[in-house]
């Protein structure tokens, strides 16, 4: 679904309403495959996602918060902050 999403050259950074990116989504919850193929469709890694309390989430602050290691590695490769 992703690759088609791409190769109809949809926008690899299109938030969703509350303001989710894939690429925050795909850190959220641990997809290191997906991010690595939003990565490589030169989506930003550190656009930042505002949650409900004004907090501003980036991908790489919440794959640390919830403990996924692998996608923080690709993040901080990717030249996240």
């Known amino acids: 679904c992703l690759e ?3 190769a109809a050259r949809c926008s690899v950074d ?5 303001g ?3 690429a925050y989504i795909a850190s959220q919850n ?3 495959e997906c991010l690595e193929r939003l990565i490589a469709a ?3 890694v550190n656009q ?8 501003l989430w980036t991908p790489l602050a919440k794959a640390r918060a919830n403990g996924h290691h692998d996608v923080v590695a690709v993040l901080k ?4 902050q």
Do not use: F, M, Y
């Open 14 to 18: 299109q938030a969703e309403n509350d």
């Open 48 to 55: 930042p996602w505002k949650a409900p309390s004004g907090r």
């Open 4 to 6: 088609r999403l791409i």
């Open 30 to 32: 641990g997809h290191v």
């Open 20 to 22: 989710a990116t894939p």
């Open 42 to 44: 030169r989506c930003n």
């Open 77 to 80: 490769r990717a030249g996240a």
